[in-house]
């Protein structure tokens, strides 16, 4: 493959990485506007009721249960009109391999010792001996079924709720100013920094005309990391003195209004009795 040709399939490739990244993103807060059934809900029950659920997987020691939370997940979303393959692909996708990567080891009789499954090594002299055991397969489902559970849940609490209201919730849940306000600007802000590089990128690709090698490559890459932290830097200035000359003083304010109904309280029972039945009956 010669050089032209990879180079072209990076920078390509970047760009509609990073593109499809920020169309993610507004397609998400699209979704948090329509008119579906955890839309509706008040932001607060909807964190009240996801941190509830959360704790009841990582407190339960039944496989079934967890995966009960789990496909309890689905009706809610079909019923929140978020669109099942985005909402698998979200969790699917990339966290079996990064979570696998961490489960891996457990599989094996060296880290989890029991009766063998499947055995891969078995030699006399030197004695070595190699299995993947029951106990290790059990333990590397439970971690990978509670990830999976739990990042449903998260990212179904993402894509029905709008960032602005979902920190504004967090706030009147006291958690800390701090806390929230490093959440948001990073949130906000690490797409900017998506648009800059995806700007980077496009005139880079613009201006190439041939083959150029890794080296052009790679000095223009570290060229570019330094222009974009320069710029990131500069830009963190610029926005700290916009938001004081705005009446910035510390407090992040939202325009939107929340207010509690009687069936946003309803449905917070009904996350906290589903997660209390969970930790029951998944006691081990």
Known sequence: MSSAKTSRSFIEKTLADITGALEQTLFAEELARQDGLLQSLDPRAKLLGALAVLVAISASQNLVVIAALYALTLPL????????????????????????????????NVFTPGAPLVTLIDLASPRVYLAITQPGVITAAFLLLRVGA????????????????????????????????????????IYVLLHAVNNM????????????????????????????????????????????????????????????????????????????????????
């Open 77 to 108: 979303a079909y019923a929140s009109r978020v669109p099942m393959g985005f909402y698998f692909k979200r969790v699917w996708v990339f966290m079996p391999f990064f979570t696998g990567i961490v489960a891996l080891p457990a599989l094996f």
């Open 150 to 189: 739990s990042v449903s849940i998260a990212v179904l609490l993402i894509l029905t709720t709008r960032w602005a209201i979902l920190l504004k919730a967090l706030r009147v849940l006291r958690v800390p100013q701090a806390f929230v306000l490093i959440l948001g600007m990073t949130y906000r802000y």
């Open 201 to 284: 990128f496009l005139a880079r690709k613009s201006r190439v005309v041939g083959r150029v090698s890794s080296a052009d490559d790679r000095r223009w890459l570290a060229a570019s990391m330094g222009a974009l932290f320069a710029k990131s830097y500069a830009l963190s200035d610029d926005v700290y003195l916009a938001m004081q000359s705005r009446g910035f003083r510390g407090e992040a304010m939202v325009i939107d209004e929340i207010a509690w109904r009687a069936r946003d309280g309803v449905w917070l029972v009904v996350f906290v009795a589903v997660a209390l039945g969970a930790m029951i009956f998944g006691r081990g």
